[in-house]
């Protein structure tokens, strides 16, 4: 009955909430506003609306005309953004590039994993020509702190030629204004950085299935770690240790 009560008590409130009319939030608006102009790094917990901010420059931009890129670090994440935005703005104006996919590389907007945005630059400058896109969405921009590939990032941003306005999305980079300074250096352009406070909006809850597919909350309602959980750690190590 315990363990009854506490799954209920997870899954309490869990569903699809009532249809309201759409608000931005200010963040969101001051972002819009500042990349017509400068370059932005947008810092905000996951769920909050980043990618809405990219979707409606990216709307503004072709509706005048002009290109995007819009850069992932994982190919299976660029796969979703292409379909997501393939649905939005029609398959005829999106390509996608990245070490397995080219298609419809002369699109107007293009997603695609960051190493093959930052390859198109260095192309481009050894053959003396200009990326074309008017604009590059660097998502996940914490990777540039990544010990193994945070030199694509690095590069893809010194390499970008100043007219093109850069777009920097994260939930979870560190220093935000020294790392809008030294864009500011490298690239001789102004960065606004726009943060949004707080946790994120949506809830996370954490929960174990057993190997019977019992369910489990990882926590209980005080904060602390569920008995029933450490009792499972403990019963699994001792078997794993028995197999050795």
Not at 167 to 175: E, W
Request: proline content about 5%.
């Amino acid at each position: 009955m315990r363990q009854l009560e506490a799954v209920e008590h997870l899954l309490k409130g869990i569903g699809v909430p009532d249809p309201l009319p759409f608000k931005p939030d200010d963040f969101q608006l001051e972002a819009l506003n500042a990349i017509e102009s400068d370059d932005v790094l947008v810092t905000a917990p996951t769920g909050s609306g980043k990618t809405w901010i990219a979707r409606e420059e990216i709307r503004r931009l072709l509706a005048s005309g002009k290109r995007a890129w819009y850069t992932t670090p994982l190919k299976a994440l660029t796969n979703s953004k292409y379909a997501e935005f393939a649905a939005e703005f029609g398959v005829a104006n999106v390509g996608i590039l990245t070490g397995d996919r080219k298609e419809n590389y002369d699109a107007p907007l293009i997603v695609g994993t960051t190493e093959i945005y930052r390859n198109q630059l260095f192309d481009a400058m050894r053959q003396g020509d200009q990326v074309r896109t008017d604009l590059c969405i660097l998502d996940e921009a914490h990777y540039l702190s990544d010990d193994e590939r945070g030199h694509v990032w690095e590069e893809a941003i010194i390499l970008t030629p100043p007219r093109i306005r850069l777009l920097l999305l994260s939930a979870t980079v560190g220093r935000a204004e020294e790392f809008a300074g030294w864009i500011e250096q490298v690239r001789g352009t102004r960065v606004r950085v726009i943060n949004r406070a707080g946790t994120r909006p949506v809830e996370l809850r954490a929960a174990y299935l057993s190997s019977n597919l019992q369910l489990y909350p990882l926590f209980e309602r005080a904060g602390n770690i569920n008995p029933d959980i450490e009792q499972f750690s403990r019963e699994r190590s001792r078997g794993f240790r028995r197999r050795r």
